[in-house]
């Protein structure tokens, strides 16, 4: 499985997510932020605090998206 290279914050609550087999995701979370899962990220601030340990992106201890789910989201 792939490993999260980094992860980039973009304006409009959108994240580059580039993966270590040189292939990128964009994620676009505008549309979830009205979701008890995701709401906190409407903080644009919060929202750029993003961080990556290569198998989970994640703020904090509060949201946690792993590489299998971000294929998920990617997809919806």
């Known amino acids: 499985m792939s490993r999260i290279k980094s992860v980039v914050p973009k304006g409009d609550y ?3 997510v580039h993966l270590d087999n040189g292939n990128s ?9 009205q979701t008890l899962r995701f709401g906190m990220l409407s903080d ?6 993003v961080t990556t340990d290569g198998i989970c992106i994640r703020w904090g201890n509060n949201i946690e998206i792993s590489v299998s ?6 997809n919806k």
């Open 44 to 49: 644009k601030d919060y929202f750029n605090t």
């Open 25 to 33: 995701v964009t994620l676009n979370f505008e549309s979830r932020l």
């Open 69 to 74: 789910e971000l294929f998920q989201l990617a």
């Open 14 to 16: 959108r994240l580059e």
